[in-house]
Every structure is written in C-alpha cells, then in structure tokens.
T-cell receptor
Framework: GESVGLHLPTLSVQEGDNSIINCAYS??????FIWYKQESGKGPQFIID?????DKRQGQRVTVLLNKTVKHLSLQIAATQPGDSAVYFC????????????FGSGTRLSIRP | DSGVTQTPKHLITATGQRVTLRCSPR?????VYWYQQSLDQGLQFLIQ???????AKGNILERFSAQQFPDLHSELNLSSLELGDSALYFC???????????????FGEGSRLTVL
C-alpha cells in the first residue's frame, strides 16, 4: 500500500489487547486535536477529536487523552482487532482559526494473531 | 468511500514537466485541502481553499499552485517537476461552514505522482 515504506515507529500488539498510541505536539497555540487512521492504499480517515477544554473523550472502542501540561495526547484502542492495523496520525490546529490542520509523523500499528 | 474524488490515480512523468491533479470534494463541502505524503516526510499540508478563496498556506513550493473553482472542485498544479516531487498527493474536504472548525476531513484516495 501507499503508506508502506514510511519510516515510522511501529507498535506491535496482540489481538485482543489494548493499544496505546502516543503523540507529542509542540505548538502551544493548538487547542484542537484529531486522530486519523490510514489503512494501506487509502486516504486517512477521521477517528476522534478533542478540544483543549477536555482531557478525555471516548468513542466506540477508542479513547483520546490530552495532557496539555506536557503537550501530549494518546489514542487508546480497546480489544485491538486485525482491522485496526494501520498507520495512526495525530493532528493539531488552533480551533478558532479554522485553518490548516497539521499532521504528526504517524505510528504504524501491527496486530499479532 | 469518502465522497472525495481525485484524478488521476497514478501519473508518471519526467523531470521538468508540468502536471495537474484534480479533486472533487464531497457534495456540499466548501473547504478543500491539499496534502503531500512522501516516504520521508509524512503528511505535509500544502494549501487550503474555502469557497473559492485561499484560506491557509503550508509549505507549498513556488512551483506548485492551486485553485478552487466556482463549482468547488480544485486543481493542484505542479510545474518544473523534480525527482523529489514524487509522492502521494491527497485532497480532502470538510464542511467548515465558518461557524467553527471541524477536524473531520474527508480524504480522497490520492494521486500517486512518479517523476522519472
């Protein structure tokens, strides 16, 4: 697929276990954060978002945690499934400006059977 | 299917040439974004248009230009191509009605450009 070959950190997880993917951001002006999933051969797909007035948000099988103090966010995937294999990107932007959304470098999640 | 259509899916050309990539956003989406994805740089934001006007610019080279037409489709023009321009170029669209940002971008499947 198109994302193969990207020089990315890789997280290998046993099927059924929980996955935690981490992301550090550097722009203090960013107050809105988004996680995307990119499967092989496809464009990125929105997973979940969070604004800086929150420190946790839950979706279906996913949870995003935001720690503004250390400029860190994480994506937790519960009961990881083979279909979760993908590259995961965090993205950031200043919420008020409705402008460019900047993506992080990505983490490849691989699932062991 | 995200509803965003990009053409062509694959393009092979030579250095020095010029190409145009086309994007049709989801019906009703006013914002169009262009991103470049290369092996060593991940997803790089190039430019955003909102309802025909340029809204934000990233690290887009002067050799590259884009526009959004009245029917909201967008084109990315890449000229004087170099080997390093070989990459996947993604278009994304969002609702972005101006009442607040949604981070939910809908991406097309990309146009793979190979410069030989």
């Amino acid at each position: 697929g198109e994302s193969v070959g990207l020089h990315l950190p890789t997280l290998s997880v046993q099927e059924g276990d929980n996955s935690i993917i981490n992301c550090a951001y550097s722009n203090s002006a960013s107050d809105y954060f988004i996680w995307y999933k990119q499967e092989s051969g496809k464009g990125p797909q929105f997973i979940i978002d969070i604004r800086s007035n929150m420190d946790k948000r839950q979706g279906q099988r996913v949870t995003v945690l935001l720690n503004k103090t250390v400029k860190h966010l994480s994506l937790q995937i519960a009961a990881t499934q083979p279909g979760d294999s993908a590259v995961y990107f965090c993205a950031e932007t200043p919420y008020s400006s409705a402008s460019k959304i900047i993506f992080g470098s990505g983490t490849r999640l691989s699932i062991r059977p | 299917d995200s509803g965003v259509t990009q053409t062509p899916k694959h393009l092979i050309t030579a250095t020095g040439q010029r190409v145009t990539l086309r994007c049709s956003p989801r019906s009703g989406d006013l914002s169009v974004y262009w991103y470049q994805q290369s092996l060593d740089q991940g997803l790089q934001f190039l430019i955003q248009y909102y309802n025909g006007e340029e809204r934000a610019k990233g690290n887009i080279l002067e050799r590259f230009s884009a526009q959004q037409f009245p029917d909201l489709h967008s084109e990315l023009n890449l000229s004087s191509l170099e080997l390093g321009d070989s990459a996947l170029y993604f278009c994304a669209s969002s609702v972005d009605r101006g009442t607040g940002l949604t981070g939910e971008l809908f991406f097309g499947e990309g146009s793979r450009l190979t410069v030989l």
